[in-house]
C-alpha cells in the first residue's frame, strides 16, 4: 500500500464546521482612522474659511453615519444566525452564492447587508471626492487633498473587486477551493467594505492606469508592446511575474489590449482591418472615433467614476462573450490579475508549509 503524501488538501468547509468565524466587533464609524484623521484637518480649516461649505459637509458626514449604522443592524455575514428563511451560516452563504451566482443580474441572490453596504461605500466615495476637490482650492491643504483623492480611488477598488469576486466565483473552470476563498473573501469584503487583496492590488492597478494614459499606444499595429515595456519596468514584482507568466495567454494578452487601448476587442479587430487596408501604420486616440465611425472614449481621465466606468465596460463585454461563447477575452484584466495573485499567495503558503517542516 503507497504511504499517503505528508500534505493533502483539505476542504475549506472544515474551517467552518468546527467552530465559528471570529471577526472583529463591527464598528459605525464613517471613516477609517487615517481617513477620519485628514477629514478633521480639512474640516477644521474649512469651518474657519467657509462656514456654510463645512455645514454642508457636516450635515452629509451625518447622512453617512446614518447610513453606517443601519448596515451595522443587518446580521453579520460571518456568524451563525437564525433568520425568517431558515439556518444561515457562512458556510451555506458560500455553497449558496457558488451554486447560485450565473447568469443575469445577481442582485436579488445577494445578502441584504451587501447591498446596503454597496450603497454606503458609493455614498462615501462620493463625499470622500467632493471634500478632496474642494481642499485641493484651499492653500495649505494640498496633501489632505490628494489623500482623500487616493482614499476614494480605494474605496472604488473596493467596489471593483466585488465585481471580480463574482465573476471568479461564477467560473467553474477554477479549482473549486479557490472558487470558496473567492466568496469568502466575498462575505470580508461585505462585511468591513475593504479587503487585503484590494489594499495589495489596487497600488498596482492604478498604476496601470496613470501610466496608460501618459502613453501613445500604437494604433496601428495595435499590438502596445512598447506601451507594455513602459508600464511594467514601473510596476511591482507581482506584476512583473503576472506579465512574464500570463501573456502567452491569448484571453490575458486580449484583455490587456482592451486595457491599453480603450476600446473593445470587437473594435480594435475593426480597428486593424480598417488601417491595414487602406496602408496607415498608426493612428492617434483622438482619430480613433473617425475610423470606426463611431464614437467611442478610447481615453479617459484620473478621475475615480471615468476607470470604473470603462471597467463596467470591459465587463459587460466579457460576460456577454463567455455567455454567448464568442471569441475575444472571457474577463477582464483585472478578473486575471487578482486570479493570478490568488495563485501566487497559494503557491507561496504552500512553499512556507514545506519550509517549516
Known sequence: MTQSSEFENIDINSFYDNEPLLVEETVTEVFSPKEGLTVKAVMDKVRGLD???????????????????????????????????????????????????????????????????????????????????YAGRVEGLEKESKDLANDTILAMFS???????LNLICDDTQPMEYRREWALSLLLLWEHWNDQNVE???????????????????FGTMMGTSELLLISMQMDEQWIAFIKQKMGDSGVSQAMEEFLFGISYEQIGTLR???????????????????????????????????????????????????????????????????????????KQKNDAFADS
Open 51 to 133: 462656514p456654510e461649505r463645512a455645514d454642508i459637509f457636516e450635515e452629509r458626514i451625518k447622512d453617512l453615519e446614518h447610513l453606517a449604522q443601519s448596515v451595522t443592524r443587518f446580521p453579520s455575514l460571518l456568524e451563525r444566525h437564525e433568520l425568517a428563511g431558515g439556518t444561515r451560516t457562512p458556510i451555506i452563504l458560500i455553497e449558496s452564492l457558488i451554486k447560485h451566482l450565473g447568469q443575469g443580474d445577481a442582485t436579488l441572490q445577494l445578502p441584504s447587508k451587501a447591498v446596503l453596504g454597496k450603497g454606503f461605500l458609493v455614498a462615501k466615495m462620493h463625499l470622500l471626492s467632493s471634500i478632496s476637490k
Open 159 to 165: 467596489l471593483l473587486a466585488e465585481d471580480v469576486y
Open 200 to 218: 495589495n492590488v489596487a497600488p498596482v492597478l492604478q498604476s496601470v492606469w496613470q501610466a496608460r494614459r501618459k502613453l501613445a499606444p500604437a
Open 273 to 347: 482591418s480598417i488601417l491595414r487596408n487602406k496602408g496607415i501604420a498608426a493612428i492617434g486616440r483622438d482619430e480613433v472615433s473617425a475610423f470606426l465611425g463611431e464614437h467611442v472614449k478610447a481615453d479617459a481621465g484620473l478621475d475615480y467614476r471615468d476607470f470604473y466606468s470603462m471597467y463596467t465596460v470591459r465587463r459587460d463585454n466579457a460576460r456577454s462573450r463567455a455567455r454567448l461563447k464568442l471569441e475575444g477575452p472571457h474577463k477582464t484584466l483585472e478578473d486575471y490579475f487578482i486570479q493570478f495573485v490568488t495563485e501566487l499567495n497559494k503557491e
